[in-house]
């Protein structure tokens, strides 16, 4: 759960992000699971970790594309946020790799 709270208070802080659209557009679940997780202290699915390594990668992808598509203060703007995205993704393998040696 630490992964999913961690990564949602640093979407939250950065991009003012809800819990509903965290729980909707990156876990891909109900707008009230991430409320859920936090109120009874359950876990995470598998499948809303592996959707939000998923929407982080999309993410990264997209700013890396839209950074080689333009110049300057743009172009800079793009790299600093595919650095962001980036940096979530790579939390978020770890995470995964640690689950999976676990098992």
């Known amino acids: 759960m630490d ?7 640093q979407l939250r802080r950065d991009y003012a992000m809800s819990e509903y659209d965290f729980s909707e557009n990156w876990l891909k679940k109900s707008k009230g699971y ?9 876990q995470p699915s598998l499948e809303a970790i592996l959707a939000l390594y998923g929407e982080a990668i999309k993410r990264t992808e997209l700013f890396e594309q839209l950074e080689a598509q333009h110049n300057g203060m743009q172009k800079d703007l793009y790299r600093q946020r ?22």
């Open 3 to 9: 992964i999913v709270r961690d990564t949602y208070e």
């Open 34 to 42: 991430f409320a859920y997780l936090k109120c009874t202290g359950s």
């Open 82 to 103: 595919g650095h962001y995205f980036r940096d979530i993704t790579h939390k978020l393998e770890s995470e995964i790799r640690q689950m999976a040696l676990a098992n």
